[in-house]
């Protein structure tokens, strides 16, 4: 974290405008609490945002959103990510001068991790269509920055668990898109992301009890629930299919049953990918699902 933050700090200073940064703690089970207050001791420009619980990424996003300084002239969403290079907070705001009132930073994935995205953001555009949730999906941002027009439009919309991958693109401004490369080479780039999966394990271990996983997880079987329904019956439409004096009617609801859990199963999948994405779905007229604890700094 520190390194991380030591990176955006450099790219802000070297500019030499005015910056404050605001962290959302949300329900951390780790140590990246007492690093985050440790580190705003030093730096009055850090503001700490904690919050009564893990309520998702989405819901971090909108908190945090929600108590910047309206008089900044832009708001950038960046991930504690390690593989962030120096350098690409500077650019991410050269390209806003460029009369960009949207940007979209996008680390470049090669091999099995571009795959992988791609599937991950067509599952998470089937959840979408499934579960009636407005939007166009942008796919898997890194860092975004927005004009304040564009935050105080994103603000002020009555959503409480703001998913921003689809409400970008509500309001109407173009998005411009660059690419970046990771801050390190292959082999220390797997170093590290092995280094960190060390430091998170214990918090990941923490986090199952919670409620969004359980959700998640009961998603997902359900999912291999309805899978396992369709091959047993699959299986038991062939027996029939190799019987003489089985009525028709056996068949029939045999077959329509594999074909329901068939197309049953991806659903419940799809629900599982997004909400692991964007934690569980809430309506928009619904309280806020977060409340703030404390504010450092």
Same mark, same amino acid.
């Given at each position: 974290m520190q390194e991380v933050l030591a990176k955006y700090i450099?790219? *802000?200073k070297s500019m030499g405008v005015p910056y404050e940064i605001i962290a959302v703690d949300d329900g951390c089970t780790d140590v990246s609490g007492e690093i985050l207050l440790s580190i705003a001791k030093l730096n009055r420009n850090i503001r700490i945002i904690k919050l009564d619980g893990r309520h998702g990424k989405q819901a971090a996003i909108t908190a945090g959103m929600a108590v910047s300084d309206p008089k900044a002239s832009v708001v950038i969403l960046a991930d504690v990510d390690i593989l962030n290079p120096t350098g690409i907070v500077k650019r991410i705001i050269n390209t806003y001068k460029e009369g960009n009132p949207i940007v979209y930073a996008q680390r470049e994935l090669h091999g099995a991790d571009y795959i992988k995205a791609r599937l991950n953001d067509g599952m998470v555009k089937i959840g979408l269509r499934l579960f009636a949730i407005d939007g166009k999906h942008t796919g898997k941002v890194?860092? &975004? *920055? $927005?004009s304040r027009d564009v935050a105080d439009i994103i603000i002020a919309l009555p959503d409480k668990n703001k998913f921003m991958r689809t409400m970008d693109t509500w309001v109407g401004w173009k998005i411009k898109y660059i690419t970046y490369a990771s801050g390190y080479n292959k082999d220390e780039q797997a170093d590290k992301m092995k280094e960190l999966q060390l430091k998170l394990k214990p918090a990941i271990h923490a986090e199952l009890w919670r409620d969004k996983t359980?959700?998640?997880?009961?998603? *997902?079987? $359900? &999912?291999l629930s309805t899978l396992a329904i369709s091959l047993v019956l699959f299986c038991v439409g062939i027996l029939f299919a190799a019987g003489v004096s089985v009525p028709y009617w056996a068949h029939l609801m045999v077959w329509l049953g594999f074909v329901s859990a068939a197309l049953i199963a991806p659903m419940f999948y799809a629900r599982a990918i997004l909400i692991k994405r964007i934690g569980v779905i809430h309506n928009a007229k619904t309280e806020k699902i977060y409340v703030i604890k404390s504010v450092v700094n």
């Open positions: 450099a790219d *802000l890194n860092m &975004a *920055l $927005y359980r959700e998640h997880t009961s998603s *997902l079987w $359900y &999912a």
